[in-house]
Antibody, heavy 117, light 112 residues
């Protein structure tokens, strides 16, 4: 059974860097594409970007200047960094697996990140 | 930033059929397959329909998807109380900056 679990600080100060990790169990990270998605309170879903096990990435242009996604194949994990955060980055952050053609079939439970001083 | 447009709400009584539309453009729905997600209150989204009209294992056949041109739709027949949720369409968009995954604006389904 494939499972994803997000982890990281729930509170980040403005202008600092948000860092989250997604741990994959039941599947090798050396297959499929791996996603980050977020959802601000009371709003819709926003795709942040993806990574492949080779390190190849693609980001949402609206966040590209502040986002970095990396992978650690030895730990079966991938990570998200968002720099220079503001209150607008407050959201539930999800990691997910792309089973192909943009079908995100496995999602983590999500982690709440609040940007506040 | 959503480029896929959905009605904000839809409703029906138990047993009825509800249809949700998703309008896009030639660079997304017109060029790529459409997926649908169901998000129950307080939970992560769940893949409901993939590749326009395919159901993952475990999804009831009450849910069906279709696509025509630059639009897609999700139909829920035999509406049940547990179907009360938010529904999102999604697709890859062949933007000039590279592949961009776009979600719809979301539709809240209410059971009357």
């Amino acid at each position: 059974q494939v499972q994803l679990q997000e982890s990281g600080p729930g509170l980040v100060k403005p202008s600092e860097t948000l860092s989250l990790t997604c741990t994959v169990s039941g599947d090798s990270i050396s297959s499929n594409y791996w996603m980050w998605i977020r959802q601000p309170p009371g709003k819709g879903l926003e795709w942040i970007g993806y990574i492949y096990h080779t390190g190849s990435t693609n980001y949402n242009p609206s966040l590209k200047s502040r986002v970095t996604i990396s992978v650690d194949t030895s730990k079966n994990q991938f990570s998200l960094n968002v720099s220079s955060v503001t209150a607008a980055d407050t959201a539930v952050y999800y990691c997910a697996r792309d089973a192909g053609y943009g079908a995100f079939d496995i999602w983590g439970q999500g982690t709440v990140v609040t940007v506040s001083s | 930033q959503s480029v896929l447009t959905q009605p904000p709400s839809a409703s029906g009584t138990p047993g009825q059929r509800v249809t949700i539309s998703c309008s896009g453009s030639s660079s997304n729905i017109g060029s790529n397959t459409v997926n649908w997600y169901q998000q129950l209150p307080g939970t992560a989204p769940k893949l409901l329909i993939y590749s326009n009209n395919q159901r993952p294992s475990g999804v009831p056949d009450r849910f069906s998807g279709s696509k025509s041109g630059t639009s897609a739709s999700l139909a829920i027949s035999g509406l049940q109380s547990e179907d009360e949720a938010d529904y999102y369409c999604a697709a890859w968009d062949d933007s000039l900056n590279g592949p961009l995954y776009v979600f719809g604006t979301g539709t809240k389904v209410t059971i009357l």
